[in-house]
């Protein structure tokens, strides 16, 4: 406890400071960040292959270059984002003037998943300094070769007096919460974001709660050929591609109607053939999961003799390996833990519905998800799904890419949590917005002012 005291103290100082407020501050750190992802790139993606079999090109794809958009864009825009905001004062008040100025919060505090460790611990950061505050970041335990290389490079590259890496898991979370943050910023899931928010009662302290669940796609029926294959491409591309199912908007199980799931389900097959092959031992484009805890649990939710009989692809385990090969499923039981628990793993369960419209039903009955994807040229379905539900993010005709849209919010809804972040939004979310009214000391209208008379009622 004394170590955690004692570096939260370090970076309070430093932002009592007042340095990280500069943008000459700002900018150097986001440039060392960039430095430190150009220097280390072989270094990440051997972290990643070790923590999470991913394949290089998924690595490069989902964490460093991530990371690298995020923190140049960073690097070209905060001086516009720290600009003051004018406000529009009323004329009452004349002579005066309104401005909106941000200004950092402290110190935050950020825990980062395991699943993403690099893109989603460095994302956040890259928002609070761009925000002028100092940042103990908590990498995941889960990832610990991540963990550790973050925790060991970071203070070769940024202000080790105002950036700090902690690693632990659950015992030293704990300590950190007991302790008076300015703001708390978690990426996680939400039984553990219930524990946060009540720490961070405690002292009032702001967060932002990035979770999960389970994201649904729509697929309509799509009579041209072509839209359908890409359609499919992308739909096997959003389960399987980033992390093996294992992604916050990775998508959970898609809705079609029953008469279109046959030809749904041939496409599903042809696509994961052709991109991860059949081979258990040599599904070397999917990542691994993560540990033997979370392989059991995905595996599992197979065992269930009722949703074991609707496996129609797949459904292999090599348990030496924790491997669980890519498995579609047809009409599981809709209370079986696979349909009300997020699946977090390779398995895609497909619903099948009367009409497409039944979709929206479906989902609304079910906790806000983080992410909704529809595939549908019918521009009234769209309006409907966009008008008709409520959800972190909406696509229409791909899955996952709002992510890296930096002109986007990013962050959920409901259950799938709260606050946004990338871009713009990361800073205002690690910033606080002050009103900023200047008066001058002429014109003074003396019916403000007591003694109250019936003149001044009217006035
Ligand atoms: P988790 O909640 O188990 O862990 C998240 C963080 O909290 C880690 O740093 C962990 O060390 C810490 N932690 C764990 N137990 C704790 C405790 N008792 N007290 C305090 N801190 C504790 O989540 P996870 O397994 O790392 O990630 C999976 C979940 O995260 C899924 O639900 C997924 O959907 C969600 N997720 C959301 C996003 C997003 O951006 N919205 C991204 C990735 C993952």
């Not at 991913?54 to 270059?65: C, I, L, Q, T």
């Not at 002579?95 to 690099?118: D, Q």
């Amino acid at each position: 406890m004394d170590r955690v005291e004692e570096m939260l103290g370090e970076v309070r100082r430093t932002f009592k400071g007042g340095r990280t407020r500069g943008v000459e501050w700002r900018k150097a750190q986001l440039q060392a960040l960039l430095n430190l992802l150009a220097e280390n790139e072989d270094k990440i993606i051997e972290a990643l292959r070790q923590d999470l079999g991913k394949h290089p090109v998924e690595a490069y794809r989902d964490e460093v270059g991530v990371v690298k958009k995020s923190a140049t864009n960073a690097f070209r825009c905060v001086e516009k984002w720290m600009a003051p905001q004018k406000g529009r004062i009323p004329l009452v008040f004349f002579p005066a003037r309104g401005a909106v100025v941000s200004e950092p919060l402290g110190v935050v505090l950020i825990f980062a998943s395991w699943n993403f460790p690099i893109s989603l611990a460095l994302d956040p950061v890259i928002g609070a300094i761009s925000a002028g505050n100092t940042v103990v970041l908590k990498p995941s335990d889960l990832a610990p070769k991540c963990s550790s290389f973050l925790a060991n490079t970071i203070p070769l590259y940024l202000d080790p007096e105002a950036i700090k890496v902690v690693e632990g898991g659950k015992d030293i979370s704990e300590q950190l919460l007991q302790l008076k943050w300015d703001k708390i910023f978690f990426t996680g899931s939400p039984q553990v974001a219930r524990l946060i928010m009540s720490a961070a009662a405690k002292h009032l302290t702001p967060v932002t709660l990035e979770l999960g669940g389970k994201c649904p796609t729509i697929l309509d029926t799509l009579s041209n050929s072509s839209d359908l294959q890409v359609a499919v491409k992308r739909i096997v591309g959003g389960k399987w591609g980033p992390c093996n199912g294992q992604a916050c908007i990775g998508i959970d199980y898609v809705l079609v109607e029953t008469q279109f799931a046959p030809v749904l389900i041939e496409l599903l097959k042809k696509f994961i053939k052709r991109f991860y092959g059949e081979n258990l031992k040599t599904l070397e484009n999917l990542a691994r999961i993560v540990n033997k805890h979370h392989f059991e649990r995905v595996h599992n939710l197979l065992k269930d003799p009722n949703v074991a009989a609707t496996i129609v692809y797949g459904g292999s385990v090599d348990e030496e390996n924790m491997v669980i090969e890519p498995t579609i499923l047809l009409n599981p039981p809709l209370d079986a833990e696979i349909m009300t628990e997020e699946i977090f793993g390779p398995l895609l369960p497909i619903i099948t519905l009367n009409t497409i419209e039944e979709s929206i039903q479906f989902i609304n009955s079910r906790p806000k998800p983080l992410a909704i994807y529809a595939f549908t040229k019918n521009d009234s379905l769209k309006e409907k799904i966009l008008q008709e539900t409520s959800s972190g993010s909406l696509t229409f005709n791909d899955a996952i890419i709002q992510f890296v849209a930096d002109t986007l919010p990013f962050g959920g809804v409901g259950q799938s949590g709260f606050g946004r972040y990338h871009g713009k939004f990361s800073f205002d979310t690690f910033s606080h917005e002050k009103a900023v009214l200047h008066r001058s000391f002429l014109i003074e209208l003396e019916p403000r002012y007591p003694p109250w008379n019936d003149f001044k009622m009217d006035f």
